[in-house]
């Protein structure tokens, strides 16, 4: 890949031609893995979701965007409104580094509603001739029109002492009438923690300290921290970084994942149980959530990791957004299922009732590149099922279920070119129950795996040759009797 200077990584979009914008969107349009129904960057690369909100009638949707190539450099936020969504419409860069707190960056952050307004808080990160950081964490207003102003200085100059200035990614949620911030932060030992602070005003905010929880030795920084109660449930979520892996758990380079039970916001401790990651697939961070039209809590998360070079990168774009997931909590676990809406995108439905054995067989006439499939397991009296997605002589994406350790493994090794560094290429779940259905969405580059009605999800960018679009399933011994039920989507566009 091509080694990007810091100045390059840090020109303005602004003072860039238009000749050279143009060739840039022309080879990211001409790009074979680009998506069909996901948000994905115009040019260059997308990172965090960001300012997730229901308002007015309408869902915003931002990211992170570098927008002059596919590294890590001067982000802005890219904003999109939508009625559904499903189907999704650009406004472009809302959200630019154009004051000296945010010269370095416009971070992530999060939107709120406050006196019928619109609001986002947001970090904004700059940098002096010695390349020091300074993050501190801004407010900007929404007007009507959808013209963004700033506030005109930082609500939160600094972080409190003993934190570094890795302090970022506010999330503000409200409580009985009071505005709360959680901020991800590192303390001076080098810890990841997460900071609240209070507001009556949106202007003026208290430091109340930092949320105790049982984690205290848990990688070195949380980053893209997130709170709210779901069915009588406190669930913080958070992405640590530095954590060593411990067998099938903590494999990519970074993780997200939640601790759920009881928070005293008053008294800043959290009763919970385990960390649980939320997907168990290669290509999952930075997850946020907000309520929806309907009252459900939606989850979106950024479909790809820091610190790592991916295929299209050399078409001059990375990243995309996984698809909208609606969160539940039955019988005191966490699921995650698509957001119905996206039904919209069906069309040409195909089903199919059989038996799958040790011969690999071909799903005919079943074949594509954008799909959704849903599997049902009848009965299954086989070791192990295989499900082969975009298949060809010489690709395949696996899916294993073993039915007595009722673990079911995703494996990549075949699934064409791999991202740099590789993180392996098995990511493996273990369900509660015996697998009784898959329900998959597969794009150009990217499958996202829904398990037994959302028990368990794993999401992967694949960058497979595009004539590679068969599906077979065999078992490893015995047969399973399955019925298949595809839809081809749409593009949302």
Request: with cysteine; charged share 25%; hydrophobic share 30%.
């Amino acid at each position: 890949m091509t080694e990007w200077t810091r100045e390059q990584r840090y020109q303005r979009i602004e003072d860039v031609d238009q000749q050279t914008i143009d060739a840039l969107t022309e080879q990211v349009d001409a790009s074979k893995y680009r998506q069909r129904y996901h948000i994905q960057p115009t040019t260059g690369l997308l990172n965090d979701p960001n300012g997730l909100i229901y308002f007015d009638g309408k869902y915003y949707v931002s990211h992170q965007w570098f927008p002059l190539g596919p590294v890590h450099g001067l982000k802005y936020w890219y904003t999109y409104t939508s009625d559904d969504l499903v189907h999704f419409e650009p406004i472009g860069p809302t959200l630019k580094p154009d004051t000296k707190d945010d010269s370095h960056g416009v971070y992530s952050g999060s939107a709120f509603e406050y006196n019928q307004h619109l609001y986002y808080m947001y970090t904004a990160n700059h940098r002096d001739k010695d390349w020091a950081r300074s993050s501190s964490q801004h407010i900007a207003k929404v007007d009507a029109d959808g013209k963004v102003e700033k506030f005109p200085k930082a609500v939160i100059a600094e972080p409190p002492a003993g934190y570094t200035q890795h302090f970022r990614d506010p999330k503000v949620f409200t409580k009985d009438g009071v505005y709360y911030a959680i901020i991800a932060a590192q303390n001076d030992l080098e810890q990841g923690r997460v900071l609240q602070y209070r507001s009556n005003d949106i202007v003026n905010w208290e430091f109340q300290g930092e949320i105790e929880t049982k984690l205290d030795e848990f990688g070195y920084m949380w980053e893209c921290p997130d709170y709210f109660n779901l069915n009588g449930y406190d669930i913080l979520m958070f992405c640590p970084q530095g954590l060593a892996s411990k067998g099938e758990h903590f494999k990519n380079i970074y993780q997200s994942g939640y601790i759920m039970g009881q928070y005293d916001i008053d008294n800043l401790t959290m009763n919970h149980g385990d960390f649980h990651e939320l997907d168990h697939g290669f290509d999952f961070y930075a997850p946020q959530t907000f309520i929806d039209e309907q009252g459900r809590r939606i989850l979106i998360g950024w479909m790809g990791l820091p610190d790592t070079n991916y295929p299209s990168d050399e078409d001059g774009w990375a990243h995309c957004l996984t698809i909208p997931r609606v969160l539940t909590i039955e019988e005191g676990k966490l699921k995650q299922r698509p957001i119905p809406a996206l039904e919209s995108l069906r069309t040409n439905e195909e089903t199919a009732l059989g038996y799958a054995n040790k011969f690999p067989r071909q799903l005919h006439p079943y074949e594509g590149t954008q799909y959704e499939l849903i599997i049902d397991i009848l009965e299954n009296d086989a070791t192990a099922i295989y499900f082969e997605l975009r298949t060809s002589k010489q690709h395949s994406t696996l899916i294993t279920y073993d039915t007595k350790s009722r673990t079911l493994t995703l494996d990549r090794s075949e699934s064409g070119l791999l991202p740099d560094p590789v993180e392996g290429t098995t990511r493996t779940t273990t369900l509660s129950q015996d697998l009784t259905q898959l329900r998959i969405y597969v794009d150009t580059s990217s499958v996202e795996i829904f398990c037994n009605n959302g028990e368990s999800v794993l999401t992967s960018r694949i960058f497979t040759d595009e004539n590679a679009t068969g599906i077979k399933t065999s078992t490893e011994s015995g047969q399973a009797y399955l019925r298949f039920t595809k839809y081809d989507l749409k593009d949302d566009k």
